[in-house]
């Protein structure tokens, strides 16, 4: 059970001191179960291994042109010992499956996976940084580090006024910084650990060093072929994203180059988004055969999977090496 370490009356003097008299609350109302994630509002104190968090709200969370969503079992917090914005991420149990290629994953989110891998990447310069704390029920609560920046996906389609200028002013640097992310997601599988869900929206650029973080590791999968498999289908997303300067999608080919649409054969799409080019370089000849090939074994047309960021890693430096040349 948590020990409070600290009296309401010190707690009202802290809420003071960080938003003021007027913007602090009439009511204190401390949490020291969070088991409720619903009931975690705005203006709540949440006492968590005795020290206090002061809820400003919900996370949101928008991708793929859907409106922002509130995430209500992810809040953010002002830590009212030091003053620093945290998120908590509270206890959310959800199960679901999904089908890449011809195999399926099982997926959970777990909490404790969580915290053992913010454990392991402690002082990693490419992960989010926090510790997980268990609340008075028992709750494995991850305090989360906010990270000022932007998500890959509202930083990329805005270098470059075309794909041509991006792709050869701006995608290079990306590409190092990419591959500086395959070998963060290499630790993580050396230690038999599992990113889980990797997305674009799941890498943020810290706004003062530049540096990119991946977030997000509570999701976990059951897997029958290949235990990083899913992680690295997710690579392969992320490098599509980069190297397109965006999705780029049947749909869009059909409405504005139609003549192209029609040289789009099944096996050049994506093996997860069905409407998905994989096969950049039928849409800009300009990108190397070498770039291009790594993209292909995430396509449907794939004759084998990468296994391993290993071997994902082999390929990308024998790219990156005809990209520097070119």
């Not at 799409?269 to 990108?287: E, W």
């Amino acid at each position: 059970m948590i020990v409070a370490e600290i009296s309401r009356a010190e707690i009202r003097e802290l809420i003071v001191l960080r938003v003021g008299a007027s913007r602090a609350p009439k009511k204190l109302r401390v949490i020291t179960d969070m088991t409720d994630f619903f009931g975690v509002d705005y203006d709540d104190v949440a006492l968590l291994g005795g020290e206090p968090y002061f809820i400003r709200g919900n996370e949101r969370e928008g991708r793929f042109g859907i409106e922002e969503q509130p995430k209500f079992w992810v809040k953010r917090a002002i830590d009212l010992r030091t003053g620093e914005l945290k998120i908590l991420k509270l206890v959310f149990h959800e199960r679901f499956s999904a089908r890449v290629g011809g195999i399926v994953f099982e997926f959970m989110r777990s909490p404790r996976k969580e915290a053992n891998i913010l454990r392991l990447v402690r002082g990693h310069p490419n992960f989010m940084q926090g510790f997980a704390v268990e609340d008075r029920a028992g709750n494995v609560i991850r305090v989360i580090d906010h990270i000022p920046g932007r998500k890959l996906h509202e930083v990329v389609p805005e270098l470059g006024d075309s794909h041509e200028g991006y792709f050869y002013s701006h995608f290079p640097a990306l590409f190092e910084d990419y591959i500086g992310l395959v070998r963060a997601i290499r630790f993580l599988h050396m230690h038999m650990s599992k990113h889980g869900d990797i997305r674009r929206d799941h890498l943020i650029r810290e706004r003062e060093s530049g540096l990119w973080r991946w977030i997000d590791f509570d999701l976990n999968y059951v897997h029958r072929e290949n235990f990083f498999g899913y992680d690295l289908f997710g690579l392969g997303n992320v490098l599509a994203y980069i190297t397109g300067r965006g999705d780029v999608t049947t749909k869009e080919l059909k409405e504005h180059n139609p003549r192209l649409f029609e040289q789009i054969l099944e096996e050049d799409l994506n093996i997860i988004f069905g409407y998905r080019v994989m096969n950049l370089r039928k849409v800009y000849p300009y990108i190397p055969l070498a770039l291009n090939r790594v993209l292909l074994h995430f396509s449907q047309g794939a004759n084998a999977f990468y296994d391993t960021t290993d071997q994902l890693l082999d390929d990308l430096e024998e790219a990156r090496s005809k990209l520097l040349n070119a």
